[in-house]
């Protein structure tokens, strides 16, 4: 015997987000049902609307639900400093550090070729376009210092070694295999203010 | 500066679920939106679905979508015993155990006067008319070992005092596989005072 069919249903459902196991989801689904009914209504129309109007930012390819985020459309920021990142969730790290004024190049990502993922996915043609404008005088590949972040940056560092940009990496500091999401804002602030050129 | 509204909304609404802080929603946001839109549309419609249409069993009062819950319709439970428990959770858990054929009843809590939960908010009134009838010959009183739990089940055993039923609670004593040294005194003194011959 078990809960009936929707509310099975529903703790199958919550198992699709990340560290939910089946205890976990049971204790969800009842809380959601027995306590929490207006919670859980918003949560079901606000995902809903996140899935169908959030995309990638045309410029830098952050999660946004406008064409351009508002990062890319502020006037406040220096044009001449780009920094590569992997994920949306690393870029609010960067931000939160503090320390740095310029703007972002999201790849969504990092290189490896085993899960279909190359240049094309993490949008470097785009990358490489906007790097050929003249405008962007350094560019900081601030990937993780993991295997796949760096093989990522070397390829990036390769495909402009033809164009007069600065190209630098995070200073150590980074623990090796760490995750910059999960990084404390100090570590992360030093760390770019420690940056070295790439070579 | 954080992620676009939408996305911020997102990972505030996630913040209903139980047990999910800041960190793990914005995972969970991430997650969704950069990897696994489908799942994430799959529980946004059963999630509405199931708020929408799950209710209490009319007779056991334990969650369901339908008017009688199916093991409240199940030919095969032996309608003299009865079992109160508080959540459905805990019924869940007591079939998982095996053991018992009876039927149910879930108060959906325990008695709490501080926070306005009373004899009706249990369905208290239902629990008497059923037992009113002459077909349950034993209550078994499953509500927690809390303070809360047996000021429940004493509330419930005077409420039924008139009637010829015999009314029953879980025994305490120690868990399978748990050690004694371990084990709280207040559970152990009712072990002791438990004592059963050995056979
Ligand atoms: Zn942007
Ligand atoms: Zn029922």
């Known amino acids: 015997m078990a809960f009936s069919p929707l509310v099975d249903q529903l703790i199958t459902a919550l198992r699709c987000l990340p560290g939910v196991g089946p205890k976990s ?5 009842l809380h959601l049902l027995e306590r929490n009914r207006e919670g859980g209504f918003r949560l079901s129309q606000i995902l809903d609307q996140a899935l169908e109007q959030v995309g990638q930012c045309q410029s ?8 351009i ?20 969730a690393d870029q609010i790290a960067m931000e939160q ?14 290189l490896s070729p085993i899960d279909g993922i190359g240049p094309d996915s993490l ?6 376009e906007r790097l050929s404008q003249g405008v962007v005088q350094e560019l900081i590949l601030a990937t993780n210092p993991t295997v796949e972040g760096e093989a990522t ?26 995750e910059l999401e ?5 570590t992360l602030s030093r760390a770019l203010a420690g940056r070295l050129p790439m070579v």
């Open 25 to 29: 989801a049971q204790r969800m689904a």
């Open 60 to 67: 830098c390819r952050t999660l946004t639900e406008e064409p």
């Open 69 to 88: 985020c508002g990062l890319c459309r502020s006037e406040r920021r220096d044009n001449s400093l780009l920094c590569v990142v992997e994920t949306p």
């Open 97 to 110: 550090a503090g320390g740095f004024n310029g703007r972002y190049f999201v790849l969504t990502g990092h």
């Open 123 to 128: 949008g470097l043609p785009l990358l490489a």
């Open 153 to 178: 940056a070397h390829y990036i560092a390769d495909m402009i070694e033809h164009l007069p940009i600065k190209v630098t990496r995070l200073a150590h500091g980074i623990p090796i295999g760490g």
């Open 182 to 186: 999960y990084i404390d804002g100090g």
